[in-house]
């Protein structure tokens, strides 16, 4: 079945730094990945779309000057936490859509983010 | 954003017992999708069901479609500890590519 992976797993970063997360395919080629957050005993939010070759598109509420995307190839789409807070502290889950079955979704394992 | 609502919020049963989670949705949809979590772990994909579909089964589960009312049900049969998890419901766009909007989740406790 297709993979997808995530790196790292858990990250803990200090207040005011920066944090990338990696969002890869690994055996097949996604056109679209999605960036979502999970607050504690929360369920997920849709952060941001992300598609290879272009800016990705926020939902409203999140500030993309904050939450930097990067799709620069059809396995890897990238988010980075600039300036972290305590209060990013965070899930963060991404999923991508099969470039040749759009309707299928893959989920990452989900990075752990905790900011001190 | 998200769809809509999952009712109970949190489920407590014994083992054995069957448990129902229902999940709320607002917009068309083409699938809808159940998932598990396990505290602290990534999601699970349990069943894929699509809009054209009414009921569809895996295992000891069950989960239903009701297009008219916007609505699913997943139940577990002959719940075991293990079942222990958060459930979640996701729903898709008519157009591909979409991504998955989640419903609020049911909390399953399954004490043996």
């Known amino acids: 079945g297709a993979v997808v992976s995530q790196h790292p797993s858990r990250v803990i970063c200090k207040s005011g730094t920066s944090v990338k997360i990696e969002c890869r395919s690994l055996?097949?080629?996604?056109?679209?990945m999605f960036w979502y957050r999970q607050f504690p005993k929360q369920s997920l939010m849709l952060m941001a779309t992300?598609?290879?070759?272009?800016?990705?598109?926020?939902e409203q509420g999140v500030e993309k000057d904050k939450f930097l995307i990067n799709h620069a190839s059809l396995t890897l789409s990238t988010l980075t936490v600039t300036s972290a807070h305590p209060e990013d502290s965070s899930f963060y889950i991404c999923?991508?859509?099969?470039?040749?079955?759009?309707?299928?979704?893959?989920f990452g394992p989900g990075t752990r983010l905790t900011v001190t | 954003s998200q769809q809509g609502e999952e009712d109970p919020q949190a489920l407590s049963i014994q083992e054995g017992e069957n448990a129902t989670m229902n999940c709320s949705y607002k917009?068309?949809?083409?699938?809808l999708q159940w998932y598990r979590q396990n505290s602290g772990r990534g999601l699970v994909h349990l069943i894929l069901?699509?809009?054209?579909?009414r009921e569809k089964h895996s295992g000891r589960l069950r989960v239903t479609l009701d297009t008219s009312k916007k609505s699913s049900s997943l139940l577990i049969t002959a719940s075991r500890a293990a079942d222990t998890a958060s459930y979640f419901c996701?729903?898709?766009?008519?157009?591909?590519?979409?991504?998955?909007?989640f419903g609020k989740g049911t909390t399953l406790s399954v004490s043996s």
């Open positions: 999923s991508a859509n099969d470039r040749y079955n759009s309707y299928e979704q893959y």
């Open positions: 055996d097949f080629q996604a056109t679209t």
């Open positions: 992300s598609n290879e070759g272009s800016k990705a598109t926020y």
């Open positions: 917009t068309s949809i083409n699938n």
């Open positions: 069901i699509r809009s054209n579909e």
């Open positions: 996701a729903t898709d766009g008519v157009q591909a590519g979409t991504a998955l909007i």
